[in-house]
Nanobody, 123 residues
Framework: QVQLVESGGGSVQPGGSLRLSCTAS????????MGWYRQAPGKEREVIAL??????????KYAESGKGRFTIASDTAKNTLYLQMVSLKPDDTAVYSC??????????????WGQGTQVTVSS
């Protein structure tokens, strides 16, 4: 079994910063790709940023809403995904969740979601 647990959410004022973390645990052989998503009240879930590991390099992609303000990164040694967010706006208020395509030690592929962490941007 593979699990993802997010942390780092909270309340900040407009213009503030937060760093979210998402740690994978369980029977993990390798992590193929991970991403951050968010869902605001009354809205559909949207992708924020994706990262795919291939050999010694990572490929990242960002939604327009986060370009220039959000940075996705991973620490493979810690099986942890990060989302650094700066210049936060009230429109960034949402539940942020991480997702991972993770290969288990038995060779099976897991599509795993974390439970989500609330980010509130308000003055």
């Amino acid at each position: 079994q593979v699990q993802l647990v997010e942390s780092g959410g909270g309340s900040v004022q407009p213009g503030g910063s937060l760093r979210l973390s998402c740690t994978a645990s369980g029977s993990i052989l390798a992590i193929y790709s991970m991403g951050w998503y968010r869902q605001a009240p009354g809205k559909e879930r949207e992708v924020i940023a994706l990262i795919t590991s291939s050999g010694n390099s990572d490929t990242t992609k960002y939604a327009e809403s986060g370009k220039g303000r959000f940075t996705i990164a991973s620490d493979t040694a810690k099986n942890t995904l990060y989302l650094q967010m700066v210049s936060l706006k009230p429109d960034d208020t949402a539940v942020y969740s991480c997702n991972g395509y993770i290969i288990g030690k038995s060779g099976e592929l897991h599509d795993v979601w974390g439970q989500g962490t609330q980010v509130t941007v308000s003055s």
